[in-house]
């Protein structure tokens, strides 16, 4: 074991135990966690020269709890370390240590339905382009928080998507996603969906979006160009076990716009459906087929995080 990794293994024990005896029997509204130490969010604080505040140079993952069960952790888990490998980040936790670990802050809340959020960065030192040596730094953060039922349609509104070529590593650069979230409060809408010149639909602000076509889901293709989400893939599996075609192609505006349904998918929530773009009437064209996927969808999540009796 390297000098640089035994020290922060070290630190992180003795410093984290002393942090887990405060929260010991203390069932928590918020929960944060760095590199060892834990706390409420707002009790937090992280060092000026972690590389997330020069670079925002880290990746993340994140999904939802409920009844205490973290849904699809392991799909997240593997996405949330192939960003990381990508981006040659060295992780600080093995994948069943941190699952581990996710689960005993989950046990810590006074609720289980919860966003249970998490990142690495790349270490901490003086700011320098060039990679910081070493493990890097793990954050966590949990607050509560349901999955919507998806019946309630939302609105969305388009962007030109001008992010880079990357959009498939699940990075903290997240601005244009952050102006396009304002564009789309500032519209009254829920959304926004983004596409690159020549009219190709990529994916939302924070979501994946889908159409339904002649009975058929149509889903942008897991390249480069969008974020391979979780829900996403349940979408397509769940689609397949009910009989309903899936199409893996790229698809334009006019398609979006021209939709029997427009699906959004996120680990957020997990079916939403959308009745407006940019001002106009939007998809309600195949409700009933809509609703064999969001039932099918809610099911799946209720299935897997079912509620249990717990020690108080």
Known sequence: MSETLFVYFFYAFFYGQGQARKTEGKKMKTLGYYNGRFGELDEMTVPMNDRVSWFGDGVYDA??????KIFALDEHIDRFFNSAGLLKIQMPVTKKELKELLQEMVDKMDTGDLFVYYQVTRGTGIRDHVFTEGPGNLWIMLKPAEISDGKEPIRLVTMEDTRYLHCNIKTLNLIPSVMAAQKAKEAGCQET??????GRVTECAHSNVHIIRDGILVTAPTDNLILPGIARAHLIKICRQLGIPVNEAPYSLDDLYNAE????????????????IDG????GRNPELLEKIRAALLQEFYDATPAEQREK
Do not use: M, Q
């Open 63 to 68: 999904g939802p709890s409920r009844n205490y």
């Open 193 to 198: 969906v983004f596409y690159r010149p020549g």
């Open 261 to 276: 349904e427009i699906i959004v998918t996120s680990s957020s929530n997990l079916c939403l459906h959308a009745d407006e």
């Open 280 to 283: 106009k009437a939007a998809g």
